[in-house]
Each structure stands twice: as C-alpha cells, then as structure tokens.
C-alpha cells in the first residue's frame, strides 16, 4: 500500500508543477525531454521493428491473463479474497508506475503553451458571435481557395516515393528548417505491427511514448504518407497536441522545395478546411471542391473507398475513446483538436510572407 500512495504523491507533486510553473515546463522540454527522447531513439531506433508493439503485445497478454485470473477469484471469492486485492493492488501500482513514466517520459509536454500562441498567431476573437462566425468563414474560404490553388499547381508534379525516401526526406527536412532539439537524434518513423488492425481503427500512425517510437501503417495511400510521417515526426520533436503536430507538419512538408511533401500537406490540410467550410457553408465547400484537378479527384476516391470498406462501428468506438483520451490531455477539443489547423495554417501562411527564411520554431 506504501508503494500506492509514495506513487500518488509522485504524480501529484510533478502534475502541481506543470500546471502551476510554466517555468519547469520550459525547463522540461529545453532539458529533460530532449535527452530521454534522443537516448530512447539511440537505444531503439537502429531495430528495424517496432519495439513499442512488442511492448503493448505483452501488455495486452498481461493484461487478459490478470483479468481472467480475476474471473476466476470473484467465482471464488472465499478462498482467494486476499490474492484478489493483492493482484488488484498491483495492478493499481502498476499503472500508477506506468503512468508516471508516460509523464516524464513524454506525456507532460501537453502541458506546453499551444504552438500557434508560441509563433504569435493570434485568433481574432473580438466582436459578437455572428461576427466571429462571419471572420471564420471569410478565413477558411480564402484559404480553400489557396490549397486548391496549391493542389492544382503541385498534382502535375506528383510522384508516388517509396516510404523510406518519405522518412529519409522528412529527416532532411527537420533538420533543415527546424529548431527541434532531436533533429538530428531522436526522429525517425518505422511502420507498426498493427497496420492492418490501425487502419480498421481509421488511424494513420501514432506515437509510442515509452518508446520514442513514430509508426504509421504502410497501407495508408502514399500521397497521404509524407505529412502523416511529418506529423508523427513532430510528436517525437516534443509537440504533443495534435492540431499541433497537424500544423509543424503542415510547415515543415511545405517548408520544402519538393512537389510530393507539398502536395501532400496541401491535401491533408485541405480535408480538415473544406469539411470544416462545408458545416457552415456547404454550396462554398462543394464549388472548392468543383475546382480540384483530376489527379486530386482521383485521390480523394481512394481515400472514400477506404473510409467505405474500413471505418464502421469499430472505428466509432476507438475514435471516442482516443476522444476521451485527448480531453484528459487538457485538449478541450478532443479529437476536433485536428481541425483547428485550418485556422492556425492560413495564419501561418500569412506570417510566412512576413518572415521567409525563419526557421521553424520547435518548443
């Protein structure tokens, strides 16, 4: 019971100084995150499998084998009582420890100032609701305009890449136009075991933070695979969020004179602003949509077929849940974390007109 409580006061005291010292968060991502982060890749990174699958294989096993061990103490519960609350407790401690991990480990970069705010994009916010409404709309119909206008001009010089010049050039490119304090050790992306099973779950790649580990799913179309890279790339950089991670890697991938990385942030971000466009104003969406190229076109019905054969039931649930999961992340939004780069990008692609040859900021 010691063991409980000693990692309760852990938590508490670590959880009180990142919400109530901006400073230990500054401190944690200038110092401590970069040296777990680039000791994890040194460490795991030259395993050309994911070692965080591995991990969450045996966890699950661990896991079901427990559970079914309780099953059978509840049935009988007179005899085996006692080892029922040790397992039980152990449990709790494990989690506790695990949790705590995930913290130090990564997790406490959500407590940082969001990305937008740190590169001074500010949200006018002033006027009644209509007004605010109006703003939104006028925004995300000039930036419509601006991809479509992109997508338009980069699908002629279109290439499917192999995913490993996708990863090898992503690298290039962090650490090129970043700051991050692991670009040049602590990024990089290996595709997960559970590809088959991610992609019914309608998920594109995701972060191990025990690991240090970036995975995508190599079934995802390829046009759609260099800013999914990006954007796990910058989770390992530090950015937890994930509008935020959407935005870094809207600005790396676009940062670079290379038509595919362009082109593909340019249509990922252009999902997020049209659908986004179409719940307030779905004749604009749709005369946007209207003007796409056919390459585009054709993309854009590879990506409805897959959303027609995988994303059901199944996918609804692990959508609510990783919804619930961002909430207690102290992300408002949940899961419509996403969509607000459309926002911070058009913001974004304004300061850049402003500030070429900046490097990209990395908290």
Same mark, same amino acid.
């Given at each position: 019971?010691?063991?409980?409580?000693?990692?309760?006061?852990?938590?508490?005291?670590?959880?009180?100084?990142?919400?109530?010292?901006?400073?230990?968060?500054?401190?944690?991502?200038?110092?401590?995150?970069?040296?777990?982060?680039?000791?994890?890749?040194?460490?795991?990174?030259?395993?050309?499998?994911?070692?965080?699958?591995?991990?969450?294989?045996?966890?699950?096993?661990?896991?079901?084998?427990?559970?079914t061990?309780?099953?059978?103490?509840?049935?009988?519960?007179?005899?085996?009582?006692?080892?029922?609350?040790?397992?039980?407790?152990?449990?709790?401690?494990?989690?506790?420890?695990?949790?705590?991990?995930?913290?130090?480990?990564w997790?406490?970069?959500y407590?940082?100032?969001?990305?937008?705010?740190?590169?001074?994009?500010?949200?006018?916010?002033?006027?009644?609701?209509?007004?605010?409404?109006?703003?939104?709309?006028?925004?995300?119909g000039?930036?419509?305009?601006?991809?479509?206008?992109?997508?338009?001009q980069?699908?002629?010089?279109?290439?499917?890449?192999?995913?490993?010049?996708?990863?090898?050039?992503?690298?290039?490119?962090?650490?090129?136009?970043?700051?991050?304090?692991?670009?040049?050790?602590?990024?990089? %992306?290996?595709? #997960?075991?559970?590809?088959?099973?991610? !992609?019914?779950? *309608? +998920?594109?790649? =995701?972060? /191990?933070?025990?690991?240090?580990?970036?995975?995508?799913?190599?079934?995802?179309p390829?046009?759609?695979?260099?800013?999914?890279?990006?954007?796990e790339?910058?989770?390992?950089?530090?950015?937890?969020?994930?509008?935020?991670?959407?935005?870094?890697?809207?600005?790396?991938?676009?940062?670079?004179?290379?038509?595919?990385?362009?082109?593909?942030?340019?249509?990922?971000?252009?999902?997020?602003?049209?659908?986004?466009?179409?719940?307030?104003?779905?004749?604009?969406?749709?005369?946007?949509?209207?003007?796409?190229?056919?390459?585009?076109?054709?993309?854009?019905?590879?990506?409805?077929?897959?959303?027609?054969?995988?994303?059901?039931?199944?996918?609804?649930?692990?959508?609510? %849940?990783?919804? #619930?999961?961002?909430?207690?992340?102290? !992300?408002?939004? *949940? +899961?419509?974390? =996403?969509? /607000?780069?459309?926002?911070?990008?058009?913001?974004?692609?304004?300061?850049?007109i402003?500030?070429?040859?900046?490097?990209?900021?990395?908290?």
């Open positions: 019971m010691w063991v409980l409580l000693l990692l309760v006061a852990i938590l508490w005291v670590f959880s009180f100084f990142l919400t109530q010292f901006p400073g230990f968060v500054i401190y944690y991502s200038d110092h401590i995150y970069p040296s777990i982060q680039s000791g994890r890749h040194t460490v795991f990174g030259a395993v050309p499998f994911s070692i965080g699958d591995v991990l969450y294989i045996i966890g699950g096993i661990w896991l079901l084998v427990t559970l061990r309780w099953v059978y103490f509840v049935r009988k519960f007179g005899a085996y009582k006692d080892r029922l609350a040790g397992s039980v407790l152990n449990v709790a401690n494990t989690g506790l420890m695990v949790y705590l991990v995930f913290l130090l480990g997790g406490a970069n407590s940082k100032e969001p990305l937008a705010r740190s590169w001074g994009l500010k949200v006018e916010k002033s006027g009644g609701r209509k007004a605010l409404k109006a703003r939104e709309i006028a925004a995300l000039s930036f419509n305009k601006f991809l479509v206008d992109r997508l338009n980069y699908a002629p010089q279109y290439s499917s890449l192999p995913y490993s010049h996708i990863n090898d050039r992503a690298l290039v490119y962090y650490r090129e136009f970043t700051t991050s304090k692991v670009k040049d050790r602590g990024l990089g %992306i290996k595709g #997960s075991l559970f590809g088959y099973f991610l !992609q019914r779950m *309608g +998920i594109d790649g =995701y972060y /191990n933070p025990f690991t240090s580990e970036g995975q995508i799913t190599k079934r995802i390829v046009f759609m695979m260099p800013f999914t890279v990006c954007h790339m910058a989770h390992q950089a530090g950015i937890a969020a994930e509008g935020d991670a959407n935005l870094l890697a809207y600005a790396v991938a676009t940062a670079a004179d290379d038509p595919v990385f362009r082109y593909s942030a340019y249509l990922n971000i252009w999902l997020y602003t049209n659908n986004r466009l179409f719940r307030y104003d779905s004749a604009q969406a749709k005369h946007f949509s209207g003007q796409l190229n056919m390459l585009t076109i054709a993309h854009l019905d590879t990506l409805d077929q897959i959303s027609q054969k995988y994303h059901g039931l199944f996918s609804s649930y692990t959508s609510d %849940i990783f919804d #619930s999961y961002l909430r207690l992340q102290q !992300q408002a939004d *949940g +899961i419509l974390t =996403y969509g /607000n780069v459309s926002r911070e990008a058009w913001l974004w692609e304004q300061k850049r402003r500030s070429r040859n900046t490097p990209i900021q990395v908290p």
